[in-house]
């Protein structure tokens, strides 16, 4: 490509935004929590236990988004052949499995006084697991398959991979599972309370900046990676 492209030009920027992006973190996180913590009401029903919904939501939302954009990446390296978008995808993964772990593991610590069980094989968990296998093979397909092969491998991994997103996201719809509907819709009035709904909001914003942050950490050191080689172009 061009060479405002170069691994050089590129790392100059995203050496220093991530110092900026953790201070704006810190201040959205803490705001978050405040409000999750102390602010938010109880659940009639699930009482404080509700208060798991701050980070098991915004952790599920990021990792079905972060996988959504690498399949849309995905179809572009193979349609186009764009030499720069292996890269975001390849550094995007790291931090989209990251908040599918959080998203099972706090969704089954919820689970516990919820449905009285850590672990049901629910279609909405189901799916989610698969996501993260997913996940986990799209990683690993970076490390083992050759140079000359790995970028259509690890596109065809993503776009096989995001069919299970709309499956995820209707799986409550489709079957009969232990997951109350969507509380939060975006053509049609919501049923969460705005008193619910502002933390959710600011814990997602917090989240969606941690996985920049997890991602530019990834992406610097692939352009770190290509500048060692004496690469010049992305």
Excluded at 22 to 32: D, L, M, N, P, W
Excluded at 112 to 126: E, L, Q, S
Excluded at 144 to 167: E, F, L, Q, R, Y
């Amino acid at each position: 490509m061009f060479n405002q492209f170069s691994p050089s030009k590129i790392f100059s920027f995203t050496s220093k935004a991530p110092k900026y992006i953790f201070a704006i973190f810190i201040v959205i996180i803490s705001i978050g929590l405040i409000e999750a913590l102390f602010l938010s009401p109880e659940d009639y029903l699930q009482s404080d236990s509700v208060r798991i919904m701050y980070v098991h939501v915004p952790a599920a939302w990021i990792s079905l988004g972060i996988f959504s954009l690498i399949a849309l990446l995905s179809f572009s390296i193979l349609i186009f052949k764009n030499k720069f978008f292996p890269l975001v995808a390849k550094s995007l993964a790291p931090s989209g499995f990251v908040f599918n772990i959080i998203a099972l593991v706090t969704g089954s610590i919820w689970g516990k006084p919820t449905w009285g069980t850590w672990w049901v094989w629910d279609a909405r968990i189901t799916s989610m697991l698969i996501l993260g296998l997913f996940y986990l093979l799209y990683i690993i397909a970076w490390r083992i398959v050759d140079t000359n092969n790995v970028n259509k491998v690890t596109s065809i991994i993503a776009i096989i991979g995001v069919v299970n997103v709309p499956i995820i996201k209707f799986s409550v719809d489709w079957w009969s599972t232990l997951h109350q509907p969507s509380s939060i819709n975006i053509l049609s009035k919501s049923t969460i309370h705005e008193s619910m709904l502002l933390p959710l909001i600011i814990m997602t914003a917090a989240f969606a900046l941690f996985s920049l942050l997890i991602f530019l950490m990834k992406y610097n050191t692939e352009l770190i990676k290509i500048k060692n080689k004496g690469l010049d172009r992305i």
